[in-house]
């Protein structure tokens, strides 16, 4: 099973940016799918996850600003952020529960002021 992440690079604060993670391999019975940050130094936070049942969870830093949606035929998830911070800057991981738990490889974000 390998998860592949995309969609950071360098926005300035106010604006936006679309990460995508695809699951690929045998991966059956997904339960959960969510994206994580990281900054140097620090531990690895939530920042959203997504239920199979649709439910949706956010930290309170991102709520109303980061959306995050899955496509479960595609076993893909998306993490829509919006209205950008400096202090979103960091590595963004994409995590996946099927039950065993899967990391795909973080990609940067990085917020200029």
């Known amino acids: 099973v390998q998860l592949q992440a995309s969609g950071g690079g360098l926005v300035q604060a106010g604006g936006s940016l679309r990460l995508s993670c695809v699951a690929s391999g045998r991966i059956y019975g997904i339960s959960q799918m969510g994206w994580y940050r990281q900054d140097p130094g620090s531990e690895r936070e939530l920042v959203a996850r997504?239920?199979?049942?649709?439910?949706?969870h956010y930290a309170d830093s991102v709520k109303g600003r980061f959306t995050i949606s899955s496509d479960n035929a595609k076993n893909t998830v998306y993490l829509e952020m919006n209205s950008l911070k400096p202090e979103d800057t960091g590595a963004y991981y994409c995590?996946?529960?099927?039950?065993?738990?899967?990391w795909g490889q973080g990609t940067l974000v990085t917020v200029s002021s």
């Open positions: 995590n996946v529960r099927a039950p065993r738990e899967y």
């Open positions: 997504i239920f199979s049942s649709g439910v949706r």
